[in-house]
């Protein structure tokens, strides 16, 4: 590294040189590699919610509540998913609105399938409620503007329009050689094969979504 605001010197050039002075040698000290992360691990500041700290029900008028040992009891609660196209029934976070109308989260669930049925139930109940869910059987068109895809497609409900942002988080791979794609509210459109799509209805999807 060059000194600040002069030039490079050799280390002959210093006072204190190897000729001038005498090395001692000292043995190499061990030192434990760090131990790996744990994958229990919690990320600062997240809760993990678990069966054995958190109970799922529903209150009056079908609401969900959520009752977390050392923390108290949570009304209104709703569920958000974190990675809803890689991991639709993991990693879900939930949340409920305080006083002031704030959006709280209360923690995050990393494996729904660990808590009972009934508790499963709910929480798919209330994703279901907030998620919208299309199975694709036609595409008629796909325009591109501004990096957003503009889809025309036929789906179990009929036409529909949808927006997708064109990025690779948007769209990944479902099953062997299906796709999901995740619009710009977070909706699921699945093509369970893109083989199996109308020749011309594949050839206007694989060229935008090729990967």
């Given at each position: 590294m060059r000194p600040e605001g002069g030039t490079r010197k050799l280390a002959s050039d210093w006072p204190f040189a190897e000729s001038n002075m005498t090395t001692t040698l000292q043995a190499p000290v061990d030192i434990p590699p760090p131990a790996a992360p744990s994958a229990t691990t919690e990320a600062p500041g997240v809760r993990r919610l678990t069966p054995e700290t958190t109970t799922i029900f529903e209150g009056t008028l079908?609401?969900?509540?959520?009752?977390?040992?050392?923390?108290?009891?949570?009304?209104?609660?709703?569920a958000i998913r974190m990675f809803p196209v890689r991991h639709p029934s993991r990693f879900i976070s939930l949340h409920y609105t305080d006083v002031s109308d704030k959006d709280l989260e209360i923690g995050v669930i990393e494996d729904?399938?660990?808590?009972?049925?009934?508790?499963?139930?709910l929480v798919i109940r209330d994703l279901t409620a907030h998620y919208y869910e299309k199975v694709i059987r036609?595409?008629?068109?796909?325009?591109?503007?501004?990096?957003?895809l503009f889809f025309d497609v036929e789906t179990q409900s009929g036409r529909e329009h949808f927006v997708m942002p064109w990025r690779g988080d948007r769209a990944e791979e479902y099953g062997e050689t299906g796709r999901v794609l995740l619009d710009a509210l977070d909706n699921r459109y699945i093509i369970p094969d893109v083989e199996e799509l109308p020749p011309a209805d594949r050839q206007r999807f694989t060229s935008f979504i090729y990967w």
């Open positions: 079908s609401v969900l509540h959520c009752s977390v040992k050392g923390q108290g009891l949570f009304r209104g609660v709703f729904l399938s660990v808590f009972p049925q009934d508790q499963q139930a036609r595409v008629f068109d796909v325009r591109y503007e501004f990096g957003l």
